[in-house]
């Protein structure tokens, strides 16, 4: 009899999209094993259901699953990364980053017009700080209303509430094959993405060497490295996903570059830097940036945000 191994997901369609590919994956590598499924709801998911209270709070997405690993009720959890806090449960430890698909914000516009073609005072939805930031900075004069959901939700909320265009993840849409309905990829000079964004994880008990040695199997260095130098600016900044901070590594050759955005919430200031180096130093540029964005203004943006 073949081992079961259990996969731990949210049961959007999304994360079933991403735990179901993890599953392919792993059992073309390893045909030996069964890989089963087991959907996990969390309080992410039930707060989209009830109201928005509690939105941006770290780990809304994560934190039943992280249970459900450490009770040993599933084996492995996968995650988008943009969803993890830095700092994960005591025992737990990623142990791989799949490779990244694209990690550019895009426009899904109503009457299929970018972003500069839209009219003056055009209403925008999107819940992220950092997206609103970086959009009012480029377009003041946009209006941003808050709209959440899983994809297929705010395409249709869109609809419903006649708003010119929403601002979501490309990789959301083309997973869903959805990507018909992009209007525009938001290049990085107008939109930095999320620590994270494109990028799927594999969250394990750190004890349990069979498992990590399966996540290992699928683990992309490039985009491992480029993640790791992502979240190191996010720790260092004590930043999560309710702060206006951006932060995107990539490898070109044998570098890695990474670039980190911290902006005012009304976007009239944006703090923004960039720093290179060896892969294998991505913790330590990570931090070295963040140090570089505070010291250029970020620090006071942040202690201003932070205030009650």
């Given at each position: 009899?073949?081992?079961?191994?259990?996969?731990?997901?949210r049961?959007?369609?999304?994360?079933?999209?991403?735990?179901?590919?993890?599953r392919?994956?792993?059992?073309?590598?390893?045909?030996?094993?069964?890989?089963?499924?087991?959907?996990?709801?969390?309080?992410?998911?039930?707060?989209?259901?009830v109201?928005?209270?509690?939105?941006?709070?770290?780990?809304?997405?994560?934190?039943?699953?992280?249970?459900?690993?450490?009770?040993?009720?599933?084996?492995?959890?996968?995650?988008?990364?943009?969803?993890?806090?830095?700092?994960?449960?005591p025992?737990?430890?990623?142990?791989?980053?799949?490779?990244?698909?694209?990690?550019r914000?895009?426009?899904?516009?109503?009457?299929?017009?970018?972003?500069?073609?839209?009219?003056?005072?055009?209403?925008?939805?999107?819940s992220?700080?950092?997206?609103?930031?970086?959009?009012?900075?480029?377009?003041?004069?946009?209006?941003?209303?808050?709209?959440r959901?899983?994809?297929?939700?705010?395409?249709?909320?869109?609809?419903?509430?006649?708003?010119?265009?929403?601002?979501?993840?490309?990789?959301?849409?083309?997973?869903?094959?959805?990507?018909?309905?992009?209007?525009?990829y938001l290049?990085?000079?107008?939109?930095?993405?999320?620590?994270?964004?494109?990028?799927?994880?594999?969250?394990?008990?750190?004890?349990?060497?069979?498992?990590?040695?399966?996540?290992?199997?699928?683990?992309?260095?490039?985009?491992?490295?480029?993640?790791?130098a992502?979240?190191?600016?996010?720790?260092?900044?004590?930043?999560?996903?309710?702060?206006?901070?951006?932060?995107?590594?990539?490898?070109?050759?044998?570098?890695?570059?990474?670039?980190?955005?911290?902006?005012?919430?009304?976007?009239?200031?944006?703090?923004?830097s960039?720093?290179?180096?060896?892969?294998?130093?991505?913790?330590?540029?990570?931090?070295?940036?963040?140090?570089?964005?505070?010291?250029?203004?970020?620090?006071?943006?942040?202690?201003?945000?932070?205030q009650?």
């Amino acid at each position: 009899m073949r081992r079961k191994v259990n996969l731990g997901t949210r049961g959007s369609a999304l994360a079933l999209w991403q735990a179901e590919w993890v599953r392919g994956e792993l059992a073309r590598r390893r045909p030996d094993l069964d890989f089963g499924l087991v959907i996990v709801k969390t309080r992410g998911d039930r707060i989209k259901e009830v109201g928005p209270a509690g939105i941006g709070e770290q780990g809304l997405f994560v934190k039943e699953l992280e249970e459900a690993l450490l009770a040993g009720e599933i084996d492995l959890a996968v995650h988008s990364m943009k969803d993890v806090p830095v700092a994960t449960a005591p025992g737990l430890v990623i142990g791989a980053v799949t490779e990244r698909a694209d990690p550019r914000d895009v426009l899904v516009s109503a009457g299929g017009v970018t972003l500069t073609g839209l009219p003056r005072g055009a209403r925008l939805g999107t819940s992220s700080l950092r997206r609103k930031a970086q959009l009012w900075h480029f377009r003041p004069d946009l209006i941003l209303e808050d709209l959440r959901g899983n994809v297929p939700t705010r395409l249709a909320r869109m609809r419903e509430r006649g708003l010119d265009g929403i601002i979501v993840a490309a990789a959301g849409l083309e997973r869903l094959n959805l990507a018909g309905h992009i209007t525009q990829y938001l290049p990085y000079s107008v939109c930095l993405p999320a620590a994270g964004q494109g990028a799927i994880g594999l969250e394990v008990r750190q004890d349990d060497e069979q498992m990590l040695a399966l996540a290992a199997l699928v683990n992309h260095p490039p985009t491992a490295a480029a993640v790791t130098a992502e979240r190191a600016l996010l720790g260092a900044l004590q930043a999560g996903c309710r702060l206006p901070v951006a932060a995107f590594g990539r490898l070109s050759d044998t570098v890695l570059h990474l670039e980190g955005l911290i902006a005012s919430p009304d976007g009239k200031t944006v703090i923004r830097s960039s720093l290179s180096g060896s892969p294998g130093e991505a913790r330590a540029i990570g931090r070295a940036l963040a140090e570089e964005l505070l010291h250029l203004g970020g620090e006071e943006i942040l202690r201003q945000v932070r205030q009650p």
